[in-house]
């Protein structure tokens, strides 16, 4: 089956500096992946999405300046996180879909990012 | 009007017990629908896909689709402890290519 593979998965930082999330589809070409932001016990929340080869379409209030999204291959995409904060500490996730989409996506396995 | 709704919960069944799971949907043109199970601190994966009226039964799993009513439902039979988890239902809305989440059900079994 499609499989997402996400790195890392757990991360420290401190405040202030820059932490790249890597997401690669692994046996599929993913001309879009997204990436999702989970606070404890809350639900997915949708940030972006990554295109291609093409600028990133982000959600409403999701800082673009703050969470660059490069998707410069069919397999992969990063997504950058800069001058991190406390407040940006959640467990990141992407997701690609595979051409055969009745399947739905395919998650990674998350990386969860805490900023001390 | 969110796409899909479900009800947060929680949800709590004994072991053994069946668990159900609903989900409802506003696309009346919403063509495939997915159950995905994510335990806490991990990422959502993948149970069952349903896109024809009826029930799709998986093991101990049954997904059942009601496109007349906009229904969707997950029913977990033998529900066992290691099942306790958050089950978030997907539509691929009436294109196929926008995927909508529901806010997820949290489910606990009891032993």
């Known amino acids: 089956g499609a499989v997402v593979s996400q790195h890392p998965s757990w991360v420290i930082c401190k405040s202030g500096t820059s932490v790249k999330i890597e997401c690669r589809s692994l046996?599929?070409?993913?001309?879009?992946m997204f990436w999702y932001r989970q606070f404890p016990k809350q639900s997915l929340m949708l940030m972006a999405t990554?295109?291609?080869?093409?600028?990133?379409?982000?959600e409403q209030g999701v800082e673009k300046d703050k969470f660059l999204i490069n998707h410069a291959s069919l397999t992969l995409s990063t997504l950058t996180v800069t001058s991190a904060h406390p407040e940006d500490s959640s467990f990141y996730i992407c997701s690609g879909l595979p051409p055969q989409s009745d399947y739905g996506y395919t998650f990674g396995s998350g990386t969860r990012l805490t900023v001390v | 009007q969110k796409e899909v709704e479900q009800n947060s919960g929680p949800l709590s069944v004994p072991e053994g017990a069946i668990a159900s799971l609903n989900c409802t949907y506003s696309?009346?043109?919403?063509?495939?629908f997915f159950w995905y199970r994510q335990y806490s601190g991990k990422s959502p994966e993948l149970i069952m896909f349903i896109y024809s009226n009826g029930d799709k039964e998986d093991g101990r799993f049954t997904a059942q689709l009601n496109k007349a009513s906009q229904y969707v439902s997950l029913l977990i039979r033998d529900s066992q402890p290691s099942d306790s988890a958050t089950y978030l239902c997907v539509s691929s809305g009436n294109t196929g290519n926008q995927f909508y989440f529901g806010t997820g059900t949290s489910l606990t079994v009891i032993p």
């Open positions: 696309d009346r043109g919403s063509q495939s």
């Open positions: 990554s295109n291609e080869g093409s600028k990133a379409t982000y």
């Open positions: 046996d599929f070409q993913a001309t879009t």
